[in-house]
Each structure stands twice: as structure tokens, then as C-alpha cells.
């Protein structure tokens, strides 16, 4: 959820975007913008954002480094990154699950081969907020959803304040969640792959 899955809000790295010149732009070969499926290399940049934003709010981090991992070994197909210039900048972790809402064992495990993925975190970078890259990176991910071979819909906890944003995306309230994290209380969602897509919005992420 946002939260990782608990908590799903805008995270940052402590160290800032790179602001690259014109000219070392045209040189550069990376692309300037990419969406890709995470690996374990990615792991590092995933931890760090997820550091960043936990211990200074709860003292704990949703997912430890080896839970990362562990998602990245097994279930690379259900994340998604942006890229810019080579540098992560947002990112969406997911697991497969096979119940109808969520438990606390939902945040740690992944169960292959099933309709529903558990959305652990959407995280952007401290530099790169109020441009709705949370908007346009959760859209990414529902599209890309819907065209992986038997997913159905997604499930992911989030704050009350975040209710609103994924109401905007086309998500839909399931109710209180059975979860808590550092005695934080979470609303479950759902969103159907079988619906229409969302219209993108800035949302402020």
C-alpha cells in the first residue's frame, strides 16, 4: 500500500537528480527516459528510496533489503521502473497473492500463478515530486498489467490522506485492512483489469 505495501507515497534518495548540461546530454547513450521490469541490480536504489521515507516516519522500513530482493528474484514481472538518464526515479513493487483481501503475510510472500497482485510501494524521488510522475508511473503499471497473462485486478494498502488519489486512479475501497504497521492503520484497495483505463492526471506525486 503505500506504504509499501503499507504505504505507497512519493519517496526520495538523499542524493539529488544530476542536472546534466545540454551538451553531455547529447553524448550521453542511456536513454533519457525508460519503463522497465526491475532486477536484484536494482535493489541498492530500491532500498535507499525506501529507507529515505520509512525510518524517519515509522523507524522501519516495510520491506527489509532481502525482502526487496527477494521480490526482484521471484517476481521481477510485477515491478516497474522509471528511469531517467540511467538513474532510478520512480518505482512500483508487486507480488502475486490468492486471497481475496490482504493479510499480514501478504507483505512478505509472493504466490506464483495467481489473478491478483499485492501492490508493496510506489516511490519517486524526492527531486522528482509535484510532476506527477505518481500518476503517470501508476498508469504504466495498470496498463502493463492488463497485459500480463492471467491478472485479474490489484490489491494494495494505503493511508486514509492517499484514499483520494487512488479513487482517481480507479481504485475502489475493499474497507479497513486487517494490516498495521508500527501501529499505523491502512484502507484496502482494489483495482479491476478488466475495466477501462484511468485518465492521467497530475496528482501531485
Not at 501478504?106 to 510506489?122: F, G, K, N, R, S
Not at 486487517?178 to 485518465?199: C, D, K, P, W
Request: hydrophobic share 40%.
Amino acid at each position: 500500500m503505500s506504504s509499501g505495501s503499507p504505504f505507497l507515497k512519493p519517496f526520495f534518495l538523499k542524493t539529488p537528480v544530476s542536472v546534466i548540461s545540454p551538451l553531455r546530454q547529447r553524448r550521453h547513450t542511456l536513454p533519457a527516459s525508460e519503463f522497465r521490469n526491475l532486477t536484484p541490480q536494482d535493489a541498492i536504489s530500491v532500498f535507499e528510496i525506501e529507507r529515505e521515507a520509512f525510518v524517519s516516519v515509522s523507524g522501519e522500513c516495510p520491506l527489509t533489503l532481502n525482502e526487496v530482493l527477494s521480490f526482484l528474484e521471484q517476481c521481477p514481472e510485477l515491478s516497474l521502473g522509471w528511469f531517467e538518464e540511467g538513474q532510478l526515479v520512480a518505482f512500483i513493487i508487486g507480488s502475486g497473492w490468492d486471497k481475496e483481501r490482504l493479510s499480514q503475510e501478504a507483505m512478505t510472500q509472493h504466490v506464483p500463478d495467481t489473478a491478483t497482485v499485492h501492490i508493496h510501494i510506489l516511490s519517486v524521488h524526492r527531486h522528482c515530486r509535484q510532476q506527477g510522475k505518481g500518476s503517470v508511473l501508476l498508469w504504466r503499471y495498470l496498463q502493463y498489467l492488463r497485459c500480463v497473462p492471467g491478472i485479474r485486478r490489484a490489491l494494495l494498502i494505503c493511508e486514509d490522506f492517499l484514499v483520494p488519489f487512488y479513487l482517481k486512479a480507479g481504485f475502489k475501497e475493499k474497507g479497513a485492512s486487517a494490516i498495521s504497521v508500527s501501529n499505523m492503520h491502512f484502507q484496502e484497495m482494489e483495482y479491476s483489469l478488466g475495466g477501462q483505463a484511468y485518465t492521467r492526471r497530475n496528482s501531485g506525486c
